[in-house]
């Protein structure tokens, strides 16, 4: 193809636009990764303005970071045990749902989606969900941060449509060969339904992993051995006294080995939120092929 002078040079600024638009949008993560391995003296030297990779990187504040009695590593564990069996109870659950609303004989049918219509306008409020939890012995308990979060009725939505506009004569053939409702939905629907059950489990692992707030209100200092990764960076850098309580918070947050505080923030951010960014492009090709699509049939 032979462009003019006119449309090279409009490439070009299209070309320079986004790649400037790039480089804005991805220095603060380059910027966390440079802090992360400076050392305090090239701190110091350049008055914490890094734009290139230090001159002399160390990992000294992954280490510290890894090292500091094992909490790091046990709140990892933690986000991936909730990231893990929060997604897959609630990609069950929602699925089975779903599914269940795209009947058009399901009894009950319409007053059912308007109670889900209505949950996703208006929520039951922070106080009743604590006492829910409360009541029900949860507090303390690591299902304290998964079972509130079962049933997303917006998820439930996006199933049944997906559900809906999949072939009918699909399922008629597979009724007249015998096949029952559960075998319909396991070896009929279930199979071509990967795009949207990827897509909205993604959205659901990344929610679960970046959940700090539900950690805070049912989960006290005394279990904090049930922190994920995330509640134990926030708690890391901004509750002191909850830092004091804790030994081996106190020795984390203690500077020396020659490491930056600000290098240990920054190395923890880059523990927090690498495995999301080692996922997330695996899974991209689903969002537009599972939900939107689904989302508009029917």
Known sequence: MIFTRSEKIYRAVCYAIAILISLICLYPLLYTIFVSVCTENEWIDRNGLLFFMPSNPTLLAFSKVFGSGGYVLNATKMSIMRAGIGTVFSIFFNVCTGYAMSRKNLPGRKPIMYVLLFTI?????????????????????????????????????????????????????????????????????????????????LFTL?????????????????????????????????????????????????????????????????????????????????????????????
């Open 121 to 201: 306008l208006f929520s039951g409020g922070l106080i009743p969900g604590y006492m829910v939890v409360n009541e029900m012995g949860l507090r303390n308990t690591i299902w304290a941060l998964i079972v509130p979060n079962i049933l997303n009725a917006w998820n439930v939505l996006i199933f049944k449509q997906f559900f809906e506009g999949i072939p009918k004569e699909l399922e008629e053939s597979a009724s007249i060969d015998g096949a029952g409702e559960f075998k319909l939905m396991y070896k009929i629907v279930m199979p071509m339904s990967k795009p949207v059950i990827a897509a909205i489990g």
């Open 206 to 298: 990344v929610g679960h992993w970046n959940s700090w707030f539900d950690v805070m209100l049912y989960i006290d200092v005394q279990h904090s051995n049930l922190w994920p990764l995330q509640y134990f960076t926030m708690i890391n850098f901004n509750n002191m006294a909850q830092i004091n309580s804790n030994p081996g918070m106190l020795e984390f947050m203690s500077s020396g080995q020659g490491v930056m505080q600000i290098s240990q923030k920054m190395a923890l951010t880059i523990v927090t939120t690498l495995p999301i960014l080692v996922i997330y492009p695996f899974f991209q090709k689903y969002f537009t092929k599972g939900v939107y699509t689904g989302a508009v049939k029917g």
